[in-house]
């Protein structure tokens, strides 16, 4: 059995990569961003996926306050982790599309700051887990 989830991932993987290949080389550059407007193909689900797992963390996080079960402290952790991880891949392909388009690396956005500020809990939860 676990070959054939082996098998599945190589086989989404490659997919994947084949999506995002076929999204960078066949979609038309748009006119007013050029080619920085295509970041958003890995910035924007990176975005999602990156708020979502910090949401899961706060919802596990308080279901284990009131239940005491272990699993969901490990689920909250494991999912601080994912969010890291695509917290700095939005943080790393931000300031790509940034920089042509805003002129500045960083804006002091509101959204920017927080998932900044997400992005240092999150990874501060994954090295001492007990903080």
Not at 13 to 32: M, N, Q
Not at 49 to 73: C, N, T
Request: proline share 5%.
């Amino acid at each position: 059995m676990v070959r054939v989830g082996r098998w599945i991932t190589a086989i989404a993987l490659l997919l994947l990569v084949g999506v995002y290949v076929r999204a960078l080389a066949f979609t038309p550059v748009e006119r007013l961003q050029g080619l920085a407007q295509k970041i958003y193909y890995l910035h924007v689900p990176a975005a999602i996926w990156a708020e979502s797992a910090m949401v899961l963390v706060g919802i596990a996080s308080v279901f284990y306050l009131f239940l005491k079960d272990p699993r969901l402290d490990r689920f909250a952790a494991a999912s601080a982790e994912v969010g890291t991880v695509f917290a700095a891949i939005v943080l790393t392909t931000g300031p790509i599309w940034g920089k042509p388009i805003w002129g500045t690396w960083w804006s002091s956005d509101a959204r920017l700051t927080f998932t900044l500020f997400l992005f240092l809990c999150s990874a501060r939860c994954t090295r001492c887990p007990s903080c």
